[in-house]
C-alpha cells in the first residue's frame, strides 16, 4: 500500500459547525504533516506530527486542531471556521521527515 | 530568509516540443530539492535531488541539480497533453524539523 487517502472529499460547512478531516497510510512513515492550499498557490505548511507527537504548529489559529492517534491516522478537527478558510486541505507523510512527502488527495473544503 | 524561485511562471508549447523548468533556491541549509507534478489535486511526487551533477530520469521527464549554482533543472521531452499541470519545486531543509520551503510552480500548458 504505497498511498495516503483522505476523507472525506468534499466538505462544506457553516461557520458554527463542528468537522473533522481524517488522513491515513499503512506506509509505516512516522511523520505526517496538514497542509492548507489556496487556488493557484504552493502548499502552505500547517502542522506536523512526528512519532505521533506535535512537532511544528505554523502559527495556525485554534479553530483547527491536530490531532494523531496513532502512527497512521491523522485527523484535523474545525470548528468556528471562517469563509477565508476554504481551501484544499492536504495531507501528506514520509518517512521521519528527511525524505520525500507523500501526499493524499485532498480534502476541497467551502467554508460558507 | 530561505526562499525558493521557479521559472517561469508559466508556459505554453506544442505537443512534440521539449521544455525546461528552472529552480533556484537560497537556503541556510540544503538537504534535498524535490520535484513534484501538480493537476487537479494532490501534488504527486517526481524526484528528489541530494547529489549534484547526478541526472535523475523518468521516462520523458529527467532533472538535475547544481549545488554549486544552487539550481535545478526539470526537463520534459515530447511533450503530451497530459503533461499539462503545474510543476512545483521544493527544498527540504533540515530546520524546523525538515520543512518543505516551495517554489510558486511553473504552469505548464501543452497544445495538441
Known amino acids: 500500500d504505497t498511498e495516503v487517502t483522505q476523507t472525506p472529499k468534499h466538505l462544506v460547512m457553516g461557520m458554527t459547525n463542528k468537522k473533522s478531516l481524517k488522513c491515513e497510510q499503512h506506509?509505516?512513515?512516522?511523520?505526517m504533516y496538514w497542509y492548507k492550499q489556496k487556488a493557484k498557490k504552493p502548499p502552505e505548511l500547517m502542522f506536523v506530527?512526528?512519532?505521533?507527537?506535535?512537532?511544528i504548529n505554523e502559527s495556525v489559529p485554534s479553530r483547527f486542531s491536530p490531532e494523531c492517534p496513532n502512527s497512521s491516522l491523522l485527523n484535523l478537527h474545525l470548528h468556528a471556521l471562517q469563509p477565508e478558510d476554504s481551501a484544499l486541505y492536504l495531507c501528506?507523510?514520509?518517512?521521519?521527515?528527511?525524505?520525500?512527502?507523500?501526499f493524499g488527495p485532498g480534502t476541497r473544503l467551502t467554508v460558507t | 530568509e530561505d526562499k525558493v524561485v521557479q521559472s517561469p511562471l508559466s508556459l505554453v508549447v506544442h505537443e512534440g516540443d521539449t521544455v525546461t523548468l528552472n529552480c533556484s533556491y537560497e537556503?541556510?541549509?540544503?538537504?534535498?530539492l524535490l520535484w513534484y507534478k501538480q493537476e487537479k489535486k494532490a501534488p504527486t511526487f517526481l524526484f528528489m535531488l541530494?547529489?549534484s551533477g547526478i541526472e535523475k530520469k523518468s521516462g520523458r521527464l529527467s532533472s538535475i541539480l547544481d549545488k554549486k549554482e544552487l539550481f535545478s533543472i526539470l526537463n520534459i521531452t515530447a511533450t503530451q497533453t497530459g503533461d499539462s499541470a503545474i510543476y512545483l519545486c521544493?527544498?527540504?531543509?533540515?530546520?524546523?524539523?525538515?520543512?518543505?520551503?516551495w517554489g510558486a510552480g511553473t504552469k505548464l500548458i501543452i497544445k495538441p
Open positions: 521544493a527544498v527540504l531543509t533540515p530546520d524546523s524539523n525538515y520543512q518543505l520551503i
Open positions: 501528506a507523510s514520509s518517512v521521519a521527515g528527511a525524505l520525500e512527502q507523500y
Open positions: 541530494t547529489s
Open positions: 506530527y512526528s512519532y505521533e507527537k506535535l512537532s
Open positions: 537556503v541556510t541549509n540544503f538537504r534535498s
Open positions: 506506509m509505516g512513515h512516522r511523520a
